[in-house]
T-cell receptor, first 113, second 115 residues
Framework: SQTIHQWPATLVQPVGSPLSLECTVEGTSNPNLYWYRQAAGRGLQLLFYSVGIGQISSEVPQNLSASRPQDRQFILSSKKLLLSDSGFYLC????????????FGNGTRLTVT | DQQVKQNSPSLSVQEGRISILNCDYTNSMFDYFLWYKKYPAEGPTFLISISSIKDKNEDGRFTVFLNKSAKHLSLHIVPSQPGDSAVYFCAASGGYGGSQGNLIFGKGTKLSVKP
């Protein structure tokens, strides 16, 4: 069966520090991969998605970037964190073809101080 | 402007009875609808989905109904169990390929099932 791993579960970082969140998927090949964020008091919002290695699409302009160095690995990064980057970050995967649900990891709670 | 609305922030139901969670949407281009369940400190877990070519989909105790003319969908849980207590999110999307993952989520309904 497929599983998705996301770490760390919680993270406290000072303003201006770098960020790297990692997500890996097991049990499937060539998945679509996604990064979502839930800011305080707001709904889940898509940040990035990828349909293959090295292919990244951004949905909203922001201080973050994403990379997909391997088929089942998705990384969310920032060179310098802002206070507004605080939130709950979720990685998700889906099969490549057709209408199919997204399957989410357990998320990372990021607090920028 | 919210494209997916869950107007009831909370719902309380007795164990064994039916739970009905409602969701309204405004974008007629949405063609795929999903329900997720979320426990605290966990990511959302996929429950059930329906495409716009259907009006009903069942999976065990869970049934989703879609009324396209009213732009309304609902999730029925029968019978409700205490373990069903969680926040339920409705989501919708309107594309294929990578963009199918651009799910628009409602703000959730907290379901409490009383023993």
């Amino acid at each position: 069966s497929q599983t998705i791993h996301q770490w760390p579960a919680t993270l406290v970082q000072p303003v201006g520090s770098p960020l790297s969140l990692e997500c890996t998927v097991e049990g499937t090949s060539n998945p679509n991969l996604y990064w979502y964020r839930q800011a305080a008091g707001r709904g889940l919002q898509l940040l990035f998605y990828s349909v293959g290695i090295g292919q990244i699409s951004s949905e909203v302009p922001q201080n973050l970037s994403a990379s997909r160095p391997q088929d089942r690995q998705f990384i969310l990064s920032s060179k310098k964190l802002l206070l507004s980057d605080s939130g709950f970050y979720l990685c998700a995967w889906s099969v490549y073809e057709g209408l199919s649900p997204l399957h989410f990891g357990n998320g990372t709670r990021l607090t920028v101080t | 402007d919210q494209q997916v609305k869950q107007n009831s922030p909370s719902l309380s139901v007795q164990e064994g009875r039916i739970s009905i969670l409602n969701c309204d949407y405004t974008n007629s281009m949405f063609d795929y609808f999903l329900w997720y369940k979320k426990y605290p400190a966990e990511g959302p877990t996929f429950l059930i989905s329906i495409s716009s070519i259907k009006d009903k989909n069942e999976d065990g105790r869970f049934t989703v109904f879609l009324n396209k003319s009213a732009k309304h969908l609902s999730l029925h849980i029968v019978p409700s169990q205490p373990g069903d207590s969680a926040v339920y999110f409705c989501a919708a999307s309107g594309g294929y390929g990578g963009s199918q993952g651009n799910l628009i989520f409602g703000k959730g309904t907290k379901l409490s099932v009383k023993p």
